[in-house]
């Protein structure tokens, strides 16, 4: 893949799955490792983001309270992140429904920027562009 392809291919990423509120840092959010993967590839390759700005949160639901460990473990593995830069995140849900998929369950992480503000910023004005061009 090229430096190019890989620019667009985060860009759309961030259009689908990143956080454009008026308020916050630069974040990608998903429970698929791949497009997590390729985020922090992006985030890195294209926007020159360091590992050490990375500040992954990950939301838990309470029923999988007992394997924050492990889950930060498989996240910490697949985006080779230290376990140290992770923060968990027990979600008290009031549903009673029971998952099944317990050994294929890692919540849903938030891959934030620290101090990612202003490359937020820079991110919605890069997608801004590709609006106003599609339009012409």
């Known amino acids: 893949m090229s430096q190019r392809d890989l620019f667009l291919l985060g860009l759309g990423l961030y259009w689908g799955e990143g956080v454009k509120s008026n308020t916050g840092i630069a974040t ?3 429970s698929d490792p791949g497009i997590v993967a390729m985020g922090k590839e992006w985030f890195m390759s294209c926007l020159g983001v360091s590992l050490q700005d990375f500040r992954p949160y990950i939301y838990v639901s309470i029923q999988y309270k007992n394997s924050s460990g492990k889950i930060t473990s498989f ?5 080779n992140i230290p376990k140290d830069q ?3 995140i027990i979600i008290k849900n009031t549903s009673k429904k029971i998952y099944h998929n317990h050994k294929e ?3 849903v992480l938030q891959l934030r920027v620290r101090k990612g503000t202003d490359l937020k910023y820079r ?4 997608i801004e562009g590709c609006k106003t061009g599609r339009k012409k």
């Open 75 to 79: 996240w910490s593995k697949i985006l």
């Open 86 to 88: 992770f923060k968990v």
């Open 123 to 126: 991110i919605l004005g890069l």
């Open 28 to 30: 990608l959010v998903n």
């Open 105 to 107: 369950y890692f919540g």
